[in-house]
């Protein structure tokens, strides 16, 4: 039997859905998603397999002009799903005008490996938007397959997967068949709590926010975490905890309910905020939470 497998990394600007579509793919919550730019920082793998074949998806951070360190590193991210691509996924939602970052843009347009342009959020368009938006695009990603897509409703999401396995390579699996990530359970803890810190803070808090989860101890029926919240200042930290920590109180209670369905178990989830100071541009800290791996 044929086996096929290869690197299918997703790109595109902040917020117009490459998570919702790795997930969809994936069919679990792999990755977080809000209504808020930056919300994916890693480069997340999600591996779908089957019997012969294994496509590892890459989720990254939607592409900005760094302001500091941590997107810097952001970038990187992305700037190595390029590099081991073996099908290209770029991303645009209806609306949108083109990536911010030109050399971006050429790396797509100039690409040697197959392009898929999916244009995202077409429920929340009508018929003549759908038309001009695709039209747009397509003239101006002109080496690229086009699909209009909605990854929420799922409408197109099969017909590109299936298009993605025409498109693979023929390769033995990379990763064992019964893996889903590349990732260690302490990253979705995280993540987890980062989601609701991104849901219920304002402005620059969620931002100012890195999540380290210190304790992971599964026993027979539960699973006790203890996770420290960071932030770059002590007001932001006083903004956290709220009133009475009703705040964080918030925070933990939510994110142990996503983590008691991620991990089918039951969940206890200790909850701590620290000053950090100017994490976000201190590259010692942001290598010790997994960013700046160059
Ligand atoms: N209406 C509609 N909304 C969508 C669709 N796909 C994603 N969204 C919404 O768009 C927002 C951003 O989705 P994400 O998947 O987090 O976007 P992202 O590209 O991963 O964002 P970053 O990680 O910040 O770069 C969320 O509120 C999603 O629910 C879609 O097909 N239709
Ligand atoms: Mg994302």
Redesign the pocket.
């Known amino acids: 039997m044929m086996h096929k497998a290869g690197f299918v990394n997703?790109i595109?600007?902040?917020?117009?859905?490459?998570?919702?579509?790795?997930?969809a793919f994936i069919g679990e919550k792999l990755?977080?998603?809000?209504?808020?730019?930056?919300?994916?920082?890693h480069r997340i793998l999600g591996i779908v397999n089957g019997e012969d074949f294994q496509v590892i998806l890459s989720?990254?951070?939607?592409?900005i002009k760094p302001a500091y360190e941590l997107q810097a590193s952001m970038m990187d991210f992305v700037k190595s799903a390029f590099e081991d691509a073996d099908v290209l996924i770029y991303?645009v939602?209806i609306g949108e005008k083109e990536l911010k970052d030109e050399a971006f843009f050429k790396k797509i347009t100039n690409s040697k490996i197959p392009v898929l342009l999916l244009l995202?959020?077409?429920?929340?368009s009508n018929q003549e938007q759908l038309e001009e938006q695709s039209e747009l695009w397509q003239s101006k990603v002109p080496n690229a397959e086009f699909f209009p897509?909605?990854?929420?409703?799922g409408?197109n999401v099969q017909n590109v997967f299936s298009r993605i396995i025409e498109l693979l390579p023929q390769s033995p699996a990379f990763y064992p068949k019964d893996q889903l990530t590349d990732k260690p359970e302490r990253f979705f803890v995280n993540e987890a709590i980062r989601e609701k810190i991104l849901m219920h803070y304002k402005k620059e808090i969620p931002y100012a926010v890195e999540v380290d989860t210190e304790e992971f101890f599964e026993e027979d029926s539960i699973i006790r975490m203890r996770s420290v919240i960071m932030v770059e200042r002590e007001t932001q930290k006083g903004i956290i905890i709220g009133h009475k920590g009703s705040a964080l109180k918030r925070v933990g209670i939510e994110a142990r309910k996503d983590l008691e369905k991620f991990f089918g178990k039951q969940v206890h989830l200790e909850l701590y905020v620290k000053v950090n100071k100017n994490w976000r541009s201190n590259q010692r800290q942001l290598r010790r939470f997994g960013y700046n791996q160059k």
Do not use: H, Y
């Open positions: 997703i595109g600007n902040p917020n117009v859905g490459k998570s919702t579509l790795m997930n990755s977080i998603i809000t209504s808020k730019a930056q919300t994916t920082r989720d990254t951070p939607g592409i991303m939602e995202n959020k077409i429920d929340k897509i909605s990854a929420t409703e409408f």
